[in-house]
């Protein structure tokens, strides 16, 4: 059994500055309860293709 | 749980996309999602129809969850209501990126991403360390 117990004071914050926020990422001001953020990034050997253009298979009935 | 006010002055955003989502004020749930298929090609040539999600693992595999099997006695005290922020300038929000000025319930955010490069010529690095690929004759 966790016993968490959290004392908010006053919170002033002057100035944020961000440059991006991408990728499933948040920035909140505010309160929540559950927060779950999930980003799959993938760059795998397989996706550097060599040799002639071939196109990828269509949106529909490629399978 | 009472949530806390939240103030901002001033807000600049030069840019949102691919599902982000800036919200002021309150809500109960923030759930977007967004798959990229991002591809660059040597010689510009797109049909226009391509891309199906489902050949590709990355917009298929499950993300594991985290399983909470602990009990957790949460108890929170707001001595101050606020959350005061002055100035706030952001350049962009991108790929199912949440910015809230307000209180929620639940953010379940999700963004998968793959990229594909194709050369008509090159070598293919070895050893897994070098990411550029030399143009060279075979």
Redesign the interface.
């Known amino acids: 059994m966790i016993n968490l117990q959290v004392v908010n004071q006053g919170m002033t914050i002057g100035s944020i500055r961000i440059i991006g926020v991408g990728s499933a990422s948040v920035v909140l001001i505010g309160d929540t309860e559950v927060l779950t953020p999930s980003s799959v990034f993938d760059t795998p050997p397989e996706s550097l293709i060599i040799g002639p253009l071939v196109p990828l298979a269509p949106e529909t009935g490629g399978e | 749980?009472t949530?806390?006010v939240?103030t901002?002055g001033n807000l600049k955003v030069l840019s949102i996309n691919y599902s982000?989502i800036l919200h002021m004020g309150?809500c109960v749930a923030l759930t977007?999602r967004?798959e990229v298929?991002a591809?660059q090609?040597?010689?510009s040539?797109y049909?226009g129809?391509?891309?199906?999600?489902?050949?590709f693992?990355?917009f298929r595999?499950p993300?594991p969850?985290?399983l909470v099997d602990?009990?957790?006695?949460?108890?929170?005290?707001?001595?101050?209501p606020?959350?005061?922020?002055?100035?706030?300038?952001?350049?962009?929000?991108?790929?199912?990126?949440?910015?809230?000025?307000?209180?929620?319930?639940?953010?379940?955010?999700?963004?998968?991403?793959?990229?594909?490069?194709?050369?008509?010529?090159?070598?293919?690095p070895v050893g897994?360390t070098p990411a550029v690929?030399e143009g060279a004759d075979d």
């Open positions: 749980m949530a806390r939240s901002v982000a309150d977007p967004s298929l591809v090609r040597q010689v040539n049909l129809d391509e891309g199906n999600w489902d050949s693992q990355t595999q993300i969850e985290v602990e009990t957790v006695r949460l108890s929170i005290r707001n001595d101050s606020w959350l005061a922020v002055g100035s706030m300038k952001i350049i962009g929000l991108a790929a199912a990126a949440v910015v809230q000025i307000g209180s929620n319930k639940l953010i379940d955010s999700e963004n998968r991403t793959l990229h594909i490069r194709q050369l008509t010529r090159g070598i293919r897994g690929v």
